[in-house]
């Protein structure tokens, strides 16, 4: 990791890097979760958005990348922590003509009280501008300028706002293809988005979100939802996140892992 890197992360909200995981590691890493796919929600429906979470309990394969010191590491450096914990894993298959992902950023969902998180989403396969690649606004205080705008869960007014919002601010977005290998990451406060999957491939993607070692769960009762139970059993609001289900995945203190 360049200070570069970090120093980019650190301005834009987000970061890609080339050539961080085996694309031969990566197609078998498919073929599991494609796999695990069907057999939870069975065959594609067309013009879907799949997922999965909490893969890495069942399956060992998954498990080796969810757990990954390597990508763990890279999330402690960018946050400047000196080490992260899971919060949960999340399989995305963008099925072929299905549309857009909106914009939104992650930290309302997310019950963490720190702003020390951010997700790595690593494709499995190569994502051309035509299947969508994950998109970002540039500016990690990017969401600011649309803090008092209110949410529309009807239509697609509020993306289509915020899209305005961008291109009179002069946002910089940055929507480029991925290769295979190459994985990004965004903070939680980052905007992103991603274009429909135009092509006849389903565009998958493993998601990971780390946060800071020491966080706790909110006490603020409208962010907790039923979903903190299954990512954080046992945690109580207020507490110390530190759950069997949310592991260090790296600990820059610990020199052996270095
Ligand atoms: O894969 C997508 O289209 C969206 C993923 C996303 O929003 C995320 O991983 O935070």
Request: negative net charge.
């Amino acid at each position: 990791m360049s200070q570069e890197s970090i120093d980019q992360f650190a301005k834009d909200g987000y970061i890609k890097l080339k050539n961080v995981i085996d694309p031969n590691a990566l197609k078998l890493l498919r073929e599991q979760i494609s796999s695990i796919l069907v057999e939870v929600l069975g065959r594609a429906p067309g013009l879907a958005f799949r997922s999965d979470e909490m893969m890495w309990l069942q399956d060992d394969f998954v498990r080796r990348f969810v757990l990954s010191k390597r990508i763990a590491q890279i999330a402690t450096k960018l946050l400047k922590v000196n080490a992260v914990r899971l919060y949960h894993d999340n399989a995305l298959s963008k099925e072929p003509g299905c549309g857009r992902t909106p914009w939104h950023y992650d930290h309302h969902h997310f019950p963490i009280d720190s702003l020390n998180i951010c997700t790595a989403w690593i494709p499995l396969q190569p994502i051309s501008k035509k299947m969508g690649p994950l998109a970002f606004a540039a500016g990690m205080e990017t969401y600011k300028l649309v803090n008092n705008l209110p949410f529309n869960k009807f239509d697609t007014s509020y993306d289509m706002q915020l899209s305005d919002i961008f291109l009179k601010n002069q946002i910089p977005i940055h929507d480029s293809a991925f290769d295979l290998g190459e994985i990004s990451f965004h903070h939680a406060l980052s905007f992103h988005t991603a274009g429909a999957n135009m092509t006849d491939e389903s565009r998958m993607a493993l998601a990971t979100t780390y946060f800071e070692d020491g966080a706790c769960l909110t006490s603020s009762q409208t962010m907790i939802s039923g979903d903190f139970q299954k990512f954080m059993p046992g945690i109580k609001p207020g507490g110390i996140i530190n759950s069997d289900y949310n592991p260090i995945c790296y600990d820059s203190t610990q020199t052996i892992d270095k």
